[in-house]
């Protein structure tokens, strides 16, 4: 069974740091793209971070740049968003995605909360 696991999501001050994983198993994800969305409640999922199979192109939406980093280890089938400089507004369900392309992301973890207080 394919399966991606987040973890690492939790409270946290503004202006602090977390890092989020995403734990992949089932199969191999080396040639997949990754990706991070967030989602607040009632509202659309919207594309935080995403990295191609070797890590040699990244994207990241315009709200997140220069403060969140992804990488990815395909040793490890794992994927990671460094989140620093927190604001509240970052304050969201983060979840992992995978697909053969990112228009085609159809593998989903479960979530992991981020809070960021003021």
């Known amino acids: 069974q394919v399966q991606l696991v987040e973890s690492g999501g939790g409270l946290v001050q503004a202006g602090g740091s977390l890092r989020l994983s995403c734990a992949a198993s089932?199969?191999?994800?080396?040639?997949?793209?990754m990706g991070w969305f967030r989602q607040a409640p009632g509202k659309e999922r919207e594309l935080v971070a995403a990295i191609s199979w070797n890590s040699g192109d990244t994207y990241y939406a315009e709200f997140v740049k220069g403060r969140f980093a992804v990488s990815r280890d395909n040793a490890k089938n794992t994927m990671y968003l460094q989140m620093n400089s927190l604001k509240p507004e970052d304050t969201f369900v983060y979840y992992c995605?995978?697909?053969?392309?990112?228009?085609?992301?159809?593998?989903w973890g479960q979530g992991t909360q981020v809070t960021v207080s003021s």
């Open positions: 089932g199969r191999t994800f080396n040639n997949y793209v």
């Open positions: 995605t995978a697909g053969l392309s990112l228009a085609t992301m159809n593998i």
